[in-house]
Structures are given as structure tokens and as C-alpha cells.
């Protein structure tokens, strides 16, 4: 199983710049999620999924859209990059939709430059 | 404020010292706690779920943990390999069901 894939790996934006953030999954998980890393803090929610179709938001969802189309794909879109947006994104999915068990399967993360 | 603070930031150990990082949490009522391991340039990896004051978890030289206010990881005699960051998170029974609440972490570094 490859688990969590996220692309790009790394990527360097211009400011005002869009770009999409894919995440994939292939166990069958209906929780799904993003969050973003920045030296000294902690993960932060920006949007959840408990299903195809259905999204909502984190902590800090301001500048970032997502959609859920499908049971294994979450992408994470940037409609205007701007700088404060450079960071580590992490993709996590769970099989319990209630995120009572706690256990996410993260991604390897994508890191995301807006200069 | 934060509603999971760990302490220390940092952590440095000789190969088989023995230490614990903290964990505590200000959550309202808590659903569980959750202790992963991140690597550098990694994705963080789950070690354990608490969810109630007097549980433990074991897993090799790592032992988790729970109080009403706080958790801890106990390194038993740790060897290099286990360096990495540790993360704590807490599901708080008054939010959105599967969102976790992360602290900043304790960055373990174990020299031979």
C-alpha cells in the first residue's frame, strides 16, 4: 500500500499565484484532512472531510479551498498565494470519521514557498 | 492559548539515560490523547491512543501515560534511532469530531 501520497513535494509560488496541493489515498479511509506545520507552532486544521461531498473547515481555512470528490482524493487549493502561506502541508486520513481513535496517517508533506 | 503545551522544546540524552516528556492540556473535556513521532522532512507517525487518567501504553523503549491534566512519554534507556520530534494532540469533546489539537513538540536528540 503506498498510504498517504501527496504532490508536489516542493513548490515555489509568486505571490498572487494559485496552485493546487493533491493529496491521494488508498485505504479506503473517509476522514481526511489538512494541516500546515511553521517552525515553532504546532499542526493546524485547515479543512476536514468526513466523506465524498462533504467539507469543512479547520482552524485556519482563510485562503484555502478544497473539495472531496471522490473517497481517495482531497486536494487543497491556494487562490491567491501569499507569503504568510509558505509552510509545510500535511495531508492525514483516518478510517474513523469520528476521530475518536486519533490515529492519522500522514503524508511525507508538501512544502510550499510564496515569495 | 495554547490548549496543549509540551515541554521540554528540547531534549538531549546520552544512549540508555532514561528521561519522559511532558504533555499538559487544557481541553474541556477530553475524547483522547495522542502521541506521534516525526522525523525530519517526515510526516508524523502514530505511536499511541490514551483516553482515560491511569491508562498506559507500551510500545519498545516507549511508555505513554495519562493524568486528568497531563500525559508523559517515558524513554526507557533510549538508543540514537529514537530521536526524532515528538508530538502530543488531544481530541476535546467540545469540537468538531476529528479535528486534534497539537502541541509544538519536543525535539529529541539521543548521542551514542
Known amino acids: 500500500n503506498a498510504g498517504v501520497t501527496q504532490t508536489p513535494k516542493f513548490q515555489v509560488l509568486k505571490t498572487g499565484q494559485s496552485m493546487t496541493l493533491q493529496c491521494a489515498q488508498d485505504?479506503?479511509?473517509?476522514?481526511m484532512s489538512w494541516y500546515r506545520q511553521d517552525p515553532g507552532m504546532g499542526l493546524r486544521l485547515i479543512h476536514y472531510?468526513?466523506?465524498?461531498?462533504?467539507?469543512d473547515q479547520g482552524e485556519v481555512p482563510n485562503g484555502y479551498n478544497v473539495s472531496r470528490s471522490t473517497t481517495e482524493d482531497f486536494p487543497l487549493r491556494l487562490l491567491l498565494a501569499a507569503p504568510s502561506q509558505t509552510s509545510v502541508y500535511f495531508c492525514?486520513?483516518?478510517?474513523?470519521?469520528?476521530?475518536?481513535?486519533?490515529?492519522?496517517?500522514f503524508g511525507e508533506g508538501s512544502r510550499l514557498t510564496v515569495l | 492559548e495554547d490548549q496543549v503545551t509540551q515541554s521540554p522544546e528540547a531534549l538531549r540524552l546520552q544512549e540508555g539515560e532514561s528521561s519522559s516528556l511532558n504533555c499538559s492540556y487544557t481541553?474541556?473535556?477530553?475524547?483522547?490523547l495522542f502521541w506521534y513521532r516525526q522525523d525530519p522532512g517526515k510526516g508524523p507517525e502514530f505511536l499511541f491512543t490514551?483516553?482515560?487518567a491511569g491508562e498506559e501504553k507500551e510500545k519498545e523503549r516507549l511508555k505513554a501515560t495519562l493524568t486528568k491534566k497531563e500525559s508523559f512519554l517515558h524513554i526507557t534507556a533510549p538508543k540514537p534511532e529514537d530521536s526524532a520530534t515528538y508530538l502530543c494532540?488531544?481530541?476535546?469533546?467540545?469540537?468538531?469530531?476529528?479535528?486534534?489539537?497539537f502541541g509544538r513538540g519536543t525535539q529529541l536528540t539521543v548521542w551514542p
Open positions: 492525514a486520513s483516518s478510517y474513523s470519521i469520528t476521530g475518536i481513535t486519533g490515529e492519522l496517517f
Open positions: 485505504m479506503n479511509h473517509e476522514y
Open positions: 472531510s468526513v466523506g465524498a461531498g462533504i467539507t
Open positions: 481541553v474541556s473535556g477530553l475524547r483522547g
Open positions: 490514551l483516553y482515560s
Open positions: 494532540a488531544v481530541s476535546d469533546r467540545g469540537s468538531t469530531l476529528g479535528r486534534l489539537y
